[in-house]
């Protein structure tokens, strides 16, 4: 899992600023590894994801970075449980409970 680093802070995405300055923007590889922060399942969705519910949505605070994420859970999960980065699809971060081996790491650059 990627993060951004700009101006002593931590990004998901890479920030833009319409200052043209000289700091730079870094990038950073995480573990993915995160504790589940706040838990919701969801039963009555926008339109767009009827055909998905119920499902579980998390805030992930992330072991790596000063940084919390609205995730997908792919599998039922409780506050303080300890929650892995399995992948970004269709503009969402997906967390499972398993942890997949780091030679069969399914994140990178988006």
Do not use: H
């Amino acid at each position: 899992m990627i993060i951004y680093e700009y101006k002593n802070k931590s990004y998901l995405t890479k920030p833009f600023s319409s200052n043209l300055e000289n700091e730079p923007i870094s990038e950073r590889e995480i573990s993915g590894e995160g504790t589940v922060y706040s838990v919701t399942t969801i039963y009555v969705p926008p339109a767009e994801f009827v055909q998905e519910s119920p499902y579980t949505v998390a805030i992930i605070q992330l072991k790596d970075a000063a940084l919390k994420v609205t995730a997908r859970m792919e599998e039922p999960a409780q506050i303080g449980e300890t929650v892995y980065f399995s992948k970004f699809e269709n503009g969402g971060y997906y967390f499972k409970k398993n942890c997949v081996r780091k030679d069969q790491r399914p994140w990178g650059r988006f």
